[in-house]
């Protein structure tokens, strides 16, 4: 059974910096890509940033790009986002989900971030 556990969201001020990690379970976690993704209030779920199961290849939306980072420790089946210079448009409820996703119709709870002054 495929789960998610996202935590590290949080209130923020903009230009601030949180850290978010998801662990991953139910699945050979380093034989996928992982992605994170983001979905505002009253919009649709984005993608933010990609990495590839071993290489290291990162891949982000041209909007973070600069100020987050995407990393993975396949040891601990967990990956990461680094965030920084945070922005009010950065806010949303940010989830994981391997590339493709092992199970179309689940997302974990999602980890909430907010900035705001």
């Known amino acids: 059974q495929v789960q998610f556990v996202e935590s590290g969201g949080g209130l923020v001020q903009p230009g601030g910096s949180l850290r978010l990690s998801c662990t991953a379970s139910?699945?050979?976690?380093?034989?996928?890509?992982m992605r994170w993704y983001r979905q505002a209030p009253g919009k649709i779920r984005e993608w933010v940033a990609t990495?590839?199961?071993?290489?290291?290849?990162?891949h982000y939306v041209d909007s973070v790009k600069g100020r987050f980072t995407i990393s993975r420790d396949n040891a601990k089946n967990t990956v990461y986002l680094e965030m920084n210079d945070l922005k009010p448009e950065d806010t949303g409820v940010y989830y994981c989900?391997?590339?493709?996703?092992?199970?179309?119709?689940?997302w974990g709870q999602g980890t909430q971030v907010t900035v705001s002054s």
């Open positions: 990495i590839a199961p071993t290489d290291g290849r990162t």
């Open positions: 139910g699945f050979t976690f380093s034989s996928y890509p």
């Open positions: 989900n391997p590339v493709p996703p092992v199970d179309y119709d689940y």
